[in-house]
Nanobody
Framework: QVQPVESGGGLVQAGGSLRLSCTASGSIFSIVAVTWYRQAPGKRRELVAMVFNSGTTNYADSVKGRFTISRDNAKNTVYLQMNSLKPEDTAVYYC?????WGKGTLVTVSS
């Protein structure tokens, strides 16, 4: 089992940027798809972005054009670059690797 550990969250003003990292305990080379999810207070966990090992990416409509997901298989790390952040992006962000969840990293966007 490959365990993910998220980092990079914090407090940022609206319009700012953050880069989240998801570092795996082992190789992610063979993992076809890696995903970022988020869960806002009182809401259900939702898919934010997905990257395949082919390089293909998919995004939730709410983050298209603002967020970029990427993976570095050599570093066993997946990134989520978040630009033009909005207060509604406030949530705990989770990485999922082949069904394994990390503990999440909190992103708070102030208005």
């Amino acid at each position: 089992q490959v365990q993910p550990v998220e980092s990079g969250g914090g407090l940022v003003q609206a319009g700012g940027s953050l880069r989240l990292s998801c570092t795996a305990s082992g190789s992610i080379f063979s993992i076809v798809a890696v995903t970022w999810y988020r869960q806002a207070p009182g809401k259900r966990r939702e898919l934010v972005a997905m990257v395949f090992n082919s390089g293909t990416t998919n995004y939730a409509d709410s983050v298209k054009g603002r967020f970029t997901i990427s993976r570095d298989n050599a570093k066993n790390t997946v990134y989520l670059q978040m630009n033009s952040l909005k207060p509604e992006d406030t949530a705990v962000y989770y990485c999922n690797l082949r069904g394994e969840w990390g503990k999440g990293t909190l992103v708070t966007v102030s208005s």
